[in-house]
């Protein structure tokens, strides 16, 4: 008799191997306890029918914004992470650009303190560089690495010329994540384009060549110090070239839905709501970016998600704010992408779990095997059903996607071996835990 608090049967079940097979999978104190057929159990535990759903392993989302402490009426912990549950965001990193900013070791703890208050799902937190942090920056933990803003960042954490940023690559070994765009070509642009309020200009000031520029930057400064690099939400096609080229053992990418499946187009449909940075490219620059992910060349799919209130994206451009929402729509909008035979389900899943627990080292988390975390996702593959504003979790109450017709949305939704999510009911209950990183 298997010892577990917890069993789903009768699913399909995304195994390491990348095959799909009918098993049984018990959960037992937050730990997969045993993945197989006939697994006999007591008669106290909670039974899961998987009955025409597809198991996967819970989305680590690494890259979000969620506001908190500091600008909550946009977001905060707990909402965001309402958000996480309905669309199987099982844990998450997030950005320091809240207020305070996260740039010390005080700040980290604080936020560290909010999350275990008010996170539904697992969390961990990037530590923000600046001109003048670089004990923090190599002390401060537990932490998943530090965020430069190359670019489209503002105050201390505008960290945007070579002088400034070489010496935050020149010590430590801790992960370096940067958020790629060259600052003073995008002042120079601004001044080509002022007076100019068509939400699309904010593509053309941040060119291609604006993020071409800092990626070029920090893969230089990658190697010459061995340093580990990611570079965060690639957008152009000369980046995914350039990196075709020449990308270090050591050097990790990821990209965004919104980059995928949006282009500058999106503009005359949802006007400011398509604002984001780095801003929406071309069509080509999309197949290129498909192209590069399906080969291997980008490693990993993070949301950026960055909501804003309708109020402040309805300002009128340029005074509206770039970002928009994404952990509750990434898993369907992808999964659909494979139910239309641009990849497969395992390719998804690795992409938005398995290849992120591995480039964060993150530990026990991202495959359904025995010993691993219980974060896990039931979706159901056979059923469509529209992004509705109504059923959004998200605080800020809208979606890029929305009316979009997806399949893959998340029916059960577990974290750490407790059900906080299932068929639409959140159990705001469920905590999550701070993630660790070796």
């Not at 600046?130 to 670019?151: Q, S, V, W, Y």
């Amino acid at each position: 008799m298997t010892s577990a608090s917890l069993i789903i049967r009768n699913a399909q079940v995304l195994l390491p191997s990348g095959e799909m097979a009918s098993k049984e999978v018990a959960v037992s104190d937050g730990k997969i306890t045993a993945v197989g057929t006939g697994l006999s159990v007591s008669n106290n535990i909670k039974v899961i029918d998987g009955s025409g759903l597809t198991l996967l392993p819970g989305v680590i989302d690494p890259q979000v914004h969620f506001r908190d402490p500091g600008l909550e009426h946009k977001e905060d912990l707990f909402t965001a992470t309402c958000a996480c549950a309905r669309g199987g965001v099982t844990s998450f990193l997030e950005m320091p650009n809240t207020l305070p900013l996260t740039i010390t070791q005080e700040i980290l703890t604080d936020k560290l303190a909010i999350a275990a208050a008010k996170s539904l799902v697992n969390y961990g937190f990037f530590i923000g560089a600046t001109a003048d942090n670089l004990p923090d920056l190599r002390e401060a933990h537990p932490t998943c690495g530090i965020k430069i803003f190359m670019g489209s960042a503002h105050g201390p954490l505008s960290v945007d010329t070579e002088k400034t940023i070489e010496p935050i690559f020149a010590v430590g070994d801790r992960l370096i994540a940067v958020h790629a765009e060259d600052q003073a070509r995008i002042m120079e642009r601004r001044k080509l384009f002022a007076g100019q309020t068509d939400p699309a200009t904010h593509s053309k000031i941040q060119d291609n060549q604006t993020a071409l520029n800092a990626t070029k930057l920090a893969l230089k400064l990658s190697k010459k110090y061995q340093r580990r690099l990611h570079i965060l939400h690639l957008s152009t096609g000369e980046e995914a070239e350039l990196l075709r080229r020449d990308k270090p053992s050591w050097v990790t990418t990821e990209v965004t839905p919104q980059h995928l499946l949006l282009d500058v187009s999106a503009y005359e449909k949802i006007g400011t709501l398509a604002q984001m940075n780095p801003p929406l490219k071309s069509e080509r620059d999309r197949e290129i970016l498909w192209q590069a992910l399906l080969d291997g060349i980008i490693d990993f799919i993070a949301t950026d998600h960055a909501p804003h209130t309708l109020e402040e994206k309805g300002r009128g451009y340029p005074n509206t704010p770039s970002g928009m929402p994404g952990v509750e729509t990434s898993l369907p909008l992808m999964l659909t992408q494979a139910k239309e035979n641009r990849c497969t389900v395992a390719q998804v899943s690795n992409w938005m779990s398995t290849a992120v627990a591995q480039a964060y080292q993150i530990p026990n988390k991202g495959l359904i095997e025995p010993g691993y975390d219980a974060d896990l996702v039931l979706v159901d593959l056979s059923t469509y059903r529209p992004v509705l504003r109504e059923e959004l979790q998200t605080k800020c109450g809208w979606s890029p996607f929305e009316g979009w017709t997806l399949t893959g949305w998340p029916v059960v939704t577990i974290v750490g071996g407790q059900v906080v999510y299932d068929h639409g009911k959140i159990d705001t209950s469920v905590r999550g835990q701070a993630l660790r990183f070796e």
